[in-house]
């Protein structure tokens, strides 16, 4: 699936960034997770779309401190290949400035090209299905998802040559996964100043089920189109 989020062009409107109101309980586990809290997760033909902020109960259309806004321009990664999943990334800006708020919070982008650590913990959100051929979820769900390096990854018996150096994997465990519907939502990592930074787009995962042992969950790597997005900003 092609990641989208409104990350960038939100923080253009920012003054801070990486920071919620709420925190994501440390014992949580999207498949085997639970619950999130409001904005546990700071940041998920243009007619055809609307983007909802703050939202955290998928039942409830007009829900406390939640709002939706039109978009002006979605911008698909130029080198997308829909087969093999590369440059799975694409921006959206919003047709209006958005104000912050205790539910409507950004996280902060990652250094250029920086890499996490062997399970370096960090928490995956999504609304996808809550098990293989699962229901989808009607509350944000979160989940601990570690980290697991490129070289483990990328084992003949994890996901092998389909892993790219543009990637980052977290998870395997067979256990807490992402899922279908989970495309395009944020890894969010605790950077050691406190703020949260958005490291990973939820971009693929097994085809044998949601939580395959040594099949992580495989999202795009947002520290390696730092560039691109900045480039994209500035349009």
Excluded at 34 to 41: D, F, H, L, Q, V
Aim: hydrophobic share 35%.
């Amino acid at each position: 699936m092609l990641g989208v989020t409104v990350l960038a062009a939100l923080l253009a409107c920012a003054s801070s960034c990486g920071v919620p109101s709420f925190l994501p309980s440390l014992s949580a586990r999207v498949v085997g997770g639970e619950n999130a809290s409001p904005t546990a997760g700071p940041g998920s033909d243009t007619r055809t779309y609307r983007v909802a902020l703050g939202k955290n109960d998928l039942t409830v259309e007009d829900e406390q401190g939640s709002l939706y806004v039109d978009v002006d321009t979605i911008y698909v990664h130029e080198k997308w290949n829909s087969l093999l999943l590369h440059n799975d990334i694409a921006l959206i800006k919003l047709a209006e400035p958005v104000e912050l708020s205790d539910t409507i919070q950004v996280a902060c982008l990652p250094e250029e090209e920086s890499l996490l650590p062997q399970d370096y913990p960090c928490y995956v959100t999504g609304w996808g299905r809550l098990w293989t051929d699962g229901p989808i979820a009607d509350e944000l769900q979160q989940g601990l998802q570690p980290v697991v390096d490129h070289d483990t990854c990328s084992r003949w018996d994890w996901w092998s040559f389909k892993v790219k150096k543009t990637m980052v994997c977290a998870g395997g465990d067979g256990v807490i996964s992402a899922c279908n519907g989970d495309s395009g939502g944020p890894l969010n990592c605790q950077a050691e100043s406190g703020s949260w930074e958005v490291h990973g787009i939820v971009s693929f995962g097994s085809s044998l089920g949601c939580n395959t042992l040594k099949k992580p969950t495989v999202f795009t790597r947002v520290s390696a189109y730092i560039g691109w997005i900045n480039e994209k900003m500035q349009l």
